[in-house]
């Protein structure tokens, strides 16, 4: 331990020698266990004392110096207050500190001489989106020299990105805030490589060809040293062109524009889908962070996945599309990004549909266009405000995209409306919307061409907010009794039925899923045989030092069941997944001793396992699979993964099991599909997994394991 805080110290003394010159003058860094002397508060915003990071419901913050940071979070954006600085003499040309936060109207740190706000600075953040990185920002005070000031920061306003943060506030000679870099080069291959540490200061890259604008986009380009891993940009479209590649904001000793390198392939493949922590059969993106599924459809034997991605970094922001295409739900090969930010903003989700009819007057040969709709988040000042439905379209099987001209579809109705979930209601030979509006409130929308939008209803009170969902599925196969499902992000689902116009609802809120690491799942359009396909990101796993973060569940099939309670959605595997299978490893009929671990001995990391057990004389069940702890509490007719519970109640005393193991995630579906709960976990460096242990009088009537084979050994496009 000793050693460890030694490193850290010096590292920290090494980090402050390079932004803090002697000529410096620190006013304030929020270091101490109180504001420095002389420092008052005002309001619950900023409380007694400084933050030590992230607060309580806030987004990971970043990009602060030490321990401590001044963050009005404290008691989440509704709090109100105010933070002043004793009197000081200006004696440097510049006052430089780190900010981040909201951008809105009274969110500040204000220089004031006397009562005279004379400087005056806010974030960048106005709309849902964003981060909560802080970045380096000047004055120029030489006007003011050796007058006496104070510094005051407020927070007068509530809602979303209702706050400030502030740090490291010093006197200085020289300016610390970044310097925009470029450099100019002609493309001559397929990708762009860019070097990306995570630790560095995030900056906005432009990129023009001919200096023409074409793309831009956040990244943590590499200061100095080694790179974490390098990001692909294609820029084979812009091939004998002149590209001028723009970093608006970097230290000014970055070296990362010396770094950029062209190449005909992508970056790591030689280790690319072998890496240490990288799941062997859900979908992760090559490199980056993935969120949302979005746009999934299906078309002439090729399911599409497009996904909310940050190409340039491994945490969330920069929202693009990412694509990837596969021939069997399970093989997937990953493509150039389908939707770059512009701008009306950055990427957030959305959906996808084959435009069979032409109902767009898009198609131009033979191939039925592809429509994918998506809200565009202005998030910024730098893109606007406002948060709009727009359309790109494909009339190449997906091969390329193009954005419609006339973009948005579908203007802001309410802050935060977002979500655009598409589809095709044949009885009326229209187009229906569902789109997110606000709290938990959600509305429907009808179009005949795919460009104009009325709305026609209301879906209030869903219980979660985000991500709508919206079909139709037969009672028990029947397809002369079909209810249609209205699915929010958590899970949560209404039963009703719909008329083209009008949703009826025929329940409360429900679910079937538990857990948190399972988030706005969606539904494929155009699944063959009328098959409700789904995925979901798993929300919440980490990758340590890999250069992509968060996955996919595995492809599951959906269907409405008639239960004692009622009709109820189950979601099961899809049976493609069989086809990874290995050889099987069977165990019947063994009884396990009370109050004794029984081991089913199976050595495999990632598997396949199915079973039914005889519990109804036993009062637990307690498993250990991979580290994870799988339970059944008989008295309560409860069934837990971890820490996550969920009703469940026993057939004739027997509970039926799948499960699902990965190198970083279990998923577990009880019941043929009646409950499901996903988790995601970091196993534990060089550990060998023995088996499965079973605690608890119980019957293992029958246990079958598989191995599971990677989805990565073969290319399939």
């Keep these: 331990?000793?050693?460890?805080?030694?490193?850290?110290?010096?590292?920290?003394?090494?980090?402050?020698?390079?932004?803090?010159?002697?000529?410096?003058?620190?006013?304030?860094?929020?270091?101490?266990?109180?504001?420095?002397?002389?420092?008052?508060?005002?309001?619950?915003?900023?409380?007694?004392?400084?933050?030590?990071?992230?607060?309580?419901?806030?987004?990971?913050?970043?990009?602060?110096?030490?321990?401590?940071?001044?963050?009005?979070?404290?008691?989440?954006?509704?709090?109100?207050?105010?933070?002043?600085?004793?009197?000081?003499?200006?004696?440097?040309?510049?006052?430089?500190?780190?900010?981040?936060?909201?951008?809105?109207?009274?969110?500040?740190?204000?220089?004031?001489?006397?009562?005279?706000?004379?400087?005056?600075?806010?974030?960048?953040?106005?709309?849902?989106?964003?981060?909560?990185?802080?970045?380096?920002?000047?004055?120029?005070?030489?006007?003011?020299?050796?007058?006496?000031?104070?510094?005051?920061?407020?927070?007068?306003?509530?809602?979303?990105?209702?706050?400030?943060?502030?740090?490291?506030?010093?006197?200085?000679?020289?300016?610390?805030?970044?310097?925009?870099?470029?450099?100019?080069?002609?493309?001559?291959?397929?990708?762009?490589?860019?070097?990306?540490?995570?630790?560095?200061?995030?900056?906005?890259?432009?990129?023009?060809?001919?200096?023409?604008?074409?793309?831009?986009?956040?990244?943590?380009?590499?200061?100095?040293?080694?790179?974490?891993?390098?990001?692909?940009?294609?820029?084979?479209?812009?091939?004998?062109?002149?590209?001028?590649?723009?970093?608006?904001?970097v230290p000014q000793e970055s070296q990362g524009l010396n770094l950029l390198r062209q190449d005909d392939k992508r970056t790591q493949e030689e280790t690319v889908y072998t890496e240490r922590f990288r799941p062997q059969f859900h979908f992760t993106a090559r490199t980056g962070w993935i969120n949302d599924p979005n746009g999934l459809l299906y078309c002439n034997g090729v399911w599409h996945l497009f996904f909310q991605h940050n190409p340039y970094g491994t945490n969330w922001g920069n929202m693009t599309w990412g694509h990837a295409a596969s021939p069997d739900l399970l093989h997937w090969t990953e493509h150039p990004a389908a939707i770059h930010p512009d701008k009306l903003g950055t990427i957030f989700s959305g959906s996808g549909v084959v435009d069979w009819n032409n109902c767009s007057g898009f198609q131009k040969g033979q191939e039925k266009p592809l429509v994918l709709f998506y809200t565009a988040s202005g998030g910024?000042?730098?893109?606007?405000?406002?948060?709009?439905?727009?359309?790109?379209?494909?009339?190449?099987?997906?091969?390329?995209?193009?954005?419609?001209?006339?973009?948005?579809?579908?203007?802001?109705?309410?802050?935060?409306?977002?979500?655009?979930?598409?589809?095709?209601?044949?009885?009326?030979?229209?187009?229906?919307?569902?789109?997110?509006?606000?709290?938990?409130?959600?509305?429907?929308?009808?179009?005949?061409?795919?460009?104009?939008?009325?709305?026609?209803?209301?879906?209030?009170?869903?219980?979660?907010?985000?991500?709508?969902?919206?079909?139709?599925?037969?009672?028990?196969?029947?397809?002369?009794?079909?209810?249609?499902?209205?699915?929010?992000?958590?899970?949560?689902?209404?039963?009703?039925?719909?008329?083209?116009?009008?949703?009826?609802?025929?329940?409360?809120?429900?679910?079937?899923?538990?857990?948190?690491?399972d988030y706005a799942a969606m539904t494929f359009s155009d699944a063959p045989d009328k098959r409700r396909i789904q995925l979901a990101w798993m929300q919440g796993g980490q990758y340590p030092r890999m250069p992509f973060n968060q996955q996919y569940s595995v492809p599951r099939e959906l269907t409405l069941r008639t239960t004692p309670q009622g009709i109820r959605l189950f979601t099961e595997p899809v049976k493609e997944l069989e086809s990874l299978r290995g050889e099987l490893k069977e165990f019947r009929n063994i009884i396990v001793p009370p109050d004794q671990e029984t081991l089913i001995p199976f050595e495999e990391e990632f598997f396949d396992a199915e079973m039914i057990l005889d519990v109804g004389h036993a009062d637990k069940l307690v498993m250990d699979v991979v580290g994870q702890r799988i339970a059944y509490n008989v008295a309560e007719q409860q069934i837990m993964l971890e820490k996550v519970c969920a009703p469940l109640a026993l057939r004739n005393g027997k509970l039926k099991l799948r499960i699902l193991v990965d190198r970083t995630s279990i998923e577990l579906f009880a019941q043929d599909g009646e409950v499901q709960i996903a988790q995601c976990f970091v196993p534990k460096m060089n550990t060998a997994y023995k088996g499965i242990t079973v605690d608890g009088k119980v019957v293992l009537e029958n246990i079958k394991l598989w191995k599971i084979n990677s989805i990565w050994k073969t290319k399939h496009f």
């Design 1 to 249: 331990m000793p050693t460890i805080l030694k490193i850290s110290a010096t590292f920290f003394i090494l980090l402050y020698s390079n932004i803090c010159t002697a000529a410096d003058i620190l006013i304030t860094g929020f270091e101490g266990e109180t504001y420095a002397s002389g420092w008052k508060t005002e309001g619950a915003a900023f409380g007694n004392t400084p933050a030590h990071g992230t607060l309580k419901g806030q987004m990971k913050v970043t990009g602060f110096l030490g321990n401590g940071l001044a963050n009005s979070f404290l008691g989440g954006d509704g709090s109100v207050g105010k933070l002043t600085s004793p009197i000081f003499k200006i004696e440097r040309p510049f006052i430089s500190f780190l900010i981040g936060g909201g951008g809105h109207k009274g969110l500040a740190i204000n220089l004031m001489i006397e009562n005279k706000i004379v400087r005056t600075a806010s974030g960048t953040n106005i709309v849902p989106g964003g981060n909560e990185n802080l970045n380096w920002f000047d004055w120029d005070v030489t006007e003011f020299q050796d007058k006496e000031v104070r510094i005051e920061i407020i927070d007068e306003i509530g809602g979303s990105w209702g706050h400030i943060n502030i740090d490291h506030i010093v006197q200085t000679e020289q300016r610390k805030a970044p310097v925009e870099k470029k450099t100019y080069f002609v493309a001559e291959k397929e990708f762009l490589h860019i070097p990306v540490t995570m630790t560095a200061p995030a900056t906005w890259i432009r990129i023009e060809a001919d200096g023409v604008w074409q793309q831009e986009f956040e990244c943590s380009l590499t200061v100095t040293g080694t790179p974490d891993f390098y990001a692909d940009l294609q820029i084979g479209n812009w091939k004998g062109k002149k590209l001028t590649f723009i970093a608006e904001k």
């Design 380 to 517: 910024s000042a730098r893109f606007g405000a406002k948060m709009t439905q727009c359309l790109v379209y494909s009339v190449d099987a997906g091969q390329t995209f193009q954005k419609y001209e006339h973009n948005p579809v579908l203007p802001q109705i309410t802050n935060g409306n977002r979500d655009p979930k598409v589809i095709w209601y044949e009885a009326n030979k229209q187009w229906i919307m569902a789109l997110y509006m606000e709290k938990e409130n959600y509305a429907l929308f009808v179009s005949e061409n795919l460009k104009e939008w009325n709305k026609i209803c209301n879906i209030n009170d869903l219980g979660c907010s985000e991500c709508p969902d919206f079909f139709p599925l037969p009672v028990d196969g029947n397809s002369s009794n079909t209810k249609w499902v209205f699915w929010g992000a958590d899970g949560k689902y209404l039963l009703g039925s719909f008329d083209g116009k009008t949703f009826k609802r025929e329940t409360e809120p429900l679910t079937n899923k538990y857990g948190g690491n």
